[in-house]
């Protein structure tokens, strides 16, 4: 089994920053985790090694809301697949759930297909999120509204099967017809529910998340707005300390003094998301996001039907340092949103998020200015 040790590093882990620390793998796990010298006892070959040189050393990001990235978008199959997560670990993403936009019922089981080929044979996938067609048209964003539907329970028992265990994530809208139905036959699934794209007043919400959804999808975008009579979806979700809110923070989609709020209010449950579409990565231009034709201007993609922002150009490392140092959030907090709390999100806080022995070997090392310096995933440097 192979083994590595990352030494002298500002450790940012478990919500704390620990100087001078070490971290031990082996194989694709954590080992152990110390201060000062001790690593030296291990009686590791120094090829084995990395000085971090006082480094930030933090754990695998974790994107559970992403539509690709380098040109490629996650409906296209295996190689577009591969191409996408190479762009995003080498920014320090390790690993991230695969999201698809609203399609056709035959469309979306062949891509859950080939999603569920994909986890199975790469750890670093997470499995699928499925982001439509259970929408509603008032706040669809970019997504087809000749595609959007009301669940029922056929589709979902087809969609479950073709997905194989590896659905991860479903958004819908909880006001649509056989709403909760869909809601407790995902959840009993073993599939996280989050409420997005929908019309959902702050009464509708709350009882979504009382029949068992569990996050908001990219808070604030696709969705009522907070106001003084009418608190609407957010509201709901800063109440239920089991929900999760996903925040696209880009400096487009929500401005960063909501951010600090959004923070502020459900603290621990704020889930930095990239939310990022094919052009993450590359350049403006002209690209699709499921059916509709998307045009990127200054990173900036919107759809060229109605013009609403369609997904994403970022990536979880500028996620990072625009939390840090333009919204004000501590790196503790940051990093937090970034690892351990979207691994709490889909089930996976017993294995992902942390490093500390047990977890999985994943880890990122910053510069100062959070630039990505290595990537480490599974136990495997991969940038």
Same mark, same amino acid.
């Given at each position: 089994?192979?083994?590595?040790?990352?030494?002298?590093?500002?450790?940012?882990?478990?919500?704390?920053?620990?100087?001078?620390?070490?971290?031990?793998?082996?194989?694709?796990?954590?080992?152990?985790?110390?201060?000062?010298?001790?690593?030296?006892?291990?009686?590791?070959?120094?090829?084995?090694?990395?000085?971090?040189?006082?480094?930030?050393?933090?754990?695998?990001?974790?994107?559970?809301?992403?539509?690709?990235?380098?040109?490629?978008?996650?409906?296209?199959?295996?190689?577009?697949?591969?191409?996408?997560?190479?762009?995003?670990?080498?920014?320090?993403?390790?690993?991230?759930?695969?999201?698809?936009?609203?399609?056709?019922?035959?469309?979306?089981?062949?891509?859950?297909?080939?999603?569920?080929?994909?986890?199975?044979?790469?750890?670093?996938?997470?499995?699928?999120?499925?982001?439509?067609?259970?929408?509603?048209?008032?706040?669809?964003?970019?997504?087809?509204?000749?595609?959007?539907?009301?669940?029922?329970?056929?589709?979902?028992?087809?969609?479950?099967?073709?997905?194989?265990?590896?659905?991860?994530?479903?958004?819908?809208?909880?006001?649509?017809? %056989?709403?909760?139905?869909?809601?407790?036959? =995902?959840?009993?699934?073993? *599939?996280? @529910?989050?409420? /997005?794209?929908?019309? +959902? $007043?702050?009464?509708?919400?709350?009882?979504?998340?009382?029949?068992?959804?569990?996050?908001?999808?990219?808070?604030?975008?696709?969705?009522?707005?907070?106001?003084?009579?009418?608190?609407?979806?957010?509201?709901?979700?800063?109440?239920?300390?089991?929900?999760?809110?996903?925040?696209?923070?880009?400096?487009?989609?929500?401005?960063?003094?909501?951010?600090?709020?959004?923070?502020?209010?459900?603290?621990?449950?704020?889930?930095?998301?990239?939310?990022?579409?094919?052009?993450? %990565?590359?350049?403006?231009?002209?690209?699709? =996001?499921?059916?509709?034709? *998307?045009? @990127?201007?200054? /990173?900036?993609?919107? +759809? $060229?039907?109605?013009?609403?922002?369609?997904?994403?150009?970022?990536?979880?490392?500028?996620?990072?340092?625009?939390?840090?140092?333009?919204?004000?959030?501590?790196?503790?907090?940051?990093?937090?949103?970034?690892?351990?709390?979207?691994?709490?999100?889909?089930?996976?806080?017993?294995?992902?998020?942390?490093?500390?022995?047990?977890?999985?070997?994943?880890?990122?090392?910053?510069?100062?200015?959070?630039?990505?310096?290595?990537?480490?995933?599974?136990?495997?440097?991969?940038?």
């Amino acid at each position: 089994m192979s083994a590595h040790i990352i030494h002298s590093a500002r450790l940012v882990s478990g919500g704390s920053t620990t100087a001078d620390a070490w971290v031990s793998f082996e194989g694709d796990t954590v080992a152990a985790v110390g201060t000062g010298t001790a690593w030296r006892a291990f009686g590791i070959d120094p090829a084995s090694t990395t000085d971090a040189r006082g480094r930030l050393l933090t754990p695998g990001f974790i994107d559970i809301h992403c539509h690709g990235g380098g040109g490629a978008s996650f409906e296209d199959g295996a190689e577009a697949i591969e191409t996408a997560l190479g762009l995003h670990h080498r920014h320090g993403t390790t690993r991230i759930v695969l999201s698809l936009v609203t399609a056709s019922q035959a469309d979306l089981e062949s891509r859950l297909a080939v999603i569920a080929d994909e986890t199975e044979r790469n750890p670093l996938v997470l499995g699928a999120h499925l982001e439509g067609p259970f929408l509603d048209d008032a706040f669809r964003g970019a997504h087809d509204p000749a595609l959007l539907r009301a669940p029922d329970p056929q589709s979902i028992d087809r969609l479950l099967e073709a997905g194989r265990g590896h659905i991860r994530q479903v958004t819908l809208a909880p006001e649509l017809p %056989g709403a909760t139905a869909a809601i407790r036959t =995902l959840v009993d699934a073993g *599939v996280v @529910v989050a409420v /997005g794209h929908s019309a +959902a $007043d702050y009464r509708e919400a709350m009882a979504a998340f009382d029949s068992g959804a569990s996050i908001l999808t990219h808070a604030f975008n696709g969705m009522r707005g907070i106001h003084h009579r009418a608190p609407g979806p957010v509201a709901a979700a800063t109440r239920s300390p089991q929900v999760t809110l996903e925040v696209i923070n880009d400096g487009v989609h929500v401005h960063p003094e909501v951010v600090r709020l959004a923070f502020a209010g459900a603290p621990g449950r704020i889930a930095l998301i990239t939310d990022a579409m094919a052009a993450a %990565g590359s350049s403006d231009g002209r690209y699709r =996001l499921g059916t509709l034709a *998307v045009t @990127v201007t200054d /990173g900036v993609a919107r +759809a $060229d039907q109605g013009g609403s922002i369609a997904g994403s150009t970022l990536t979880l490392d500028v996620a990072l340092r625009r939390a840090v140092t333009e919204v004000g959030v501590t790196l503790e907090d940051a990093v937090t949103a970034l690892t351990e709390t979207p691994a709490r999100a889909i089930g996976r806080a017993h294995d992902l998020g942390r490093l500390a022995p047990g977890y999985a070997a994943d880890a990122v090392l910053l510069g100062d200015g959070f630039e990505v310096d290595a990537v480490f995933a599974a136990g495997r440097r991969l940038h």
